[in-house]
């Protein structure tokens, strides 16, 4: 049974994911085009140091793509779930409905989490090429929160969209809002480093948050 | 597990509003705080304070009011060129006959914000050639880190240029250098008068002297006192070319190091912490105007030439947890947290108490009303308990995150 949930879910996000994941990949390749378009007219000497001492952000167009993916992940997986209440179908599965919604949301996040790793996979291998690893490091440093941003938003849409009062949707949107801009600051590069640990307790805290919403749908809450 | 995600949501709607609420208050209500600007004059030995207002005032340190055409004549070094528009500069101070290409040449300005210190540093350097023979310094095509060794990184190519990192390599280990290279402080700017390469701490905390000259490695070691730790160095670029830079030790004394001599000359200043000072060194002909800006005051101080005090002035003003505002504020918020600190370009949590145990009362009439609220829904008392310990110690954020995602479903 587990592996039909599973399937369920996977028919509903296949599509989005792999155009997400796709777009994810042109968007990194028209980042290293760029790189590489000023380093022919430029100079990677003026490149580098535009990096190191002006502030430049050569991969800042990324910023919000991963948040993109997260946002659409959630939607395509639970919005659907909401018309005509079809989650109650699942909840009369005879499974616990905590350990079901679990399995969707690890699977949806499972699903984000190879996504993003194919995308940091493509992001490091092709910046490696033009940086050192000193310049990779920091780069990595400061894309890191805006791909927590991506499942925080996923979480986030998640709690909203199970939510059954459009009063208490409004009002997590608010909270959901704020939270991810502690991911997306634009502060110089490599400046997210002390705060990493932080974020990432935050983000992981954030994955069981549906639980919440859902269990008020279970009970009817309006 | 319910119960689990509704208390993470409550943390997570606190931290939220924690950062929000007081970015909204302060935004509505702040006022800025008007912060003396202090220098001193070669003629009266005494200090002129400009104090920013609608319209500006400036007085001496008797109370003594100036117009503004009279406090510029006072400072004849820091305004030679108004002066001088107007006619009104004067010939000789001091016995000193007023040449305008010798104030020029003395004249300098450093400015030290704790950020510059606490921040990420680039790993990687241009080293510039510094006898060029060429009219405008160029920007090399390769970038030094210091490791277990010295490394040239070709910028195009992205490979190591082992022949020149071996050449620098060699010769800092022939000065006794111990790699890694722990601090590199230099000018990786093309717009400067010269090149003096880098200042660098190595990791046994002994300090060097690196540069290029006509390709070759300079290297000079510079012996410093028993037990000194720099926190920060920051280079300067002066036309009296007397020295190379500031050096901020961990006691938070200032030291400048002497061009050529490499003498170390510790600055008679104690009221500095690079932590949460900003610094501003003002030099002119005859002194050195140092001017240390604290939270709430200033301190200046007047060395001469020979780095001797001269004078020191201090004036202090309310802390912003004083005013009006800041005293609400204080009954209203417990804390205010932040993703970002003035005196650092890191992201971090920063937590800031808002001053004062005036909120201790509002988190509790917060308590008594969600007791309340409890009451009426005939809510036992046992299954809020963890609602109440939010609101009485985050108050405001508490009362507002337990409301926002609601416990009744437990009951």
Redesign the interface.
Known sequence: MWKSIIYKEWLKIRFFLIGFTILGMMGIAYLFLKVQHEFTFSGGGNFWYNILFMGMQFFGYFKFIPLSGGLLIAVVQYFPETIDQRIKLTFHLPLKENNVLLMMHSFGAGCLLLSYLLLMVVFISLSAIYFPSEMVYDSIVSVIPWFMAGFVAYFFVALIVMEPSWLYRIMYSLVGGFFVTIYVKSPVIAAYGPAIPGLSLLTILMSVALLFSAYRFRKGEM | ??K???I??V???I??LA??LPMLYWMAFEQPVSKPFVLYSCLDDDFFIMRQGKPNTFEDTRGNKYTREKYEQKLPMMNFQQLMISGLMPDTIRGKAMDMHEIGLNRSFARFKPEDMN??K?????LFESQSGRANIG?????F?ITWRVEF??????KIREEKSQLFSAALYHNGFAFPATRIEGL??TRKSCDEGYLIVDSSNQLFHLKMVKDKPYVRKISLPEGLRFKHIQCVDFKDKKYYAYLFSEKNEIFILTQDEYELVKLPITAFNAESCDLKIYGDLFNYNVTIDHEDHTDVVILDKDYKRVKSYQEGWPLISEHTEGKIFGYIFPAQLS??DPNS?????YWKGSGGIGWVLLNLILVGVHLVILRRRNASLQGHAVDLAFVAVTGIYGFIAIN??QNK?FD
């Open positions: 597990m319910e689990l995600s509704r993470i949501l943390l997570v709607a931290l939220v950062m929000t921040g990420p680039p790993a990687l350097f241009p920007m090399p095509d390769d970038f880190r990184l070709d910028a195009a190519t992205n990786p700017t993703l970002e370009k890191y992201i971090n949590f926002l995602f479903f």
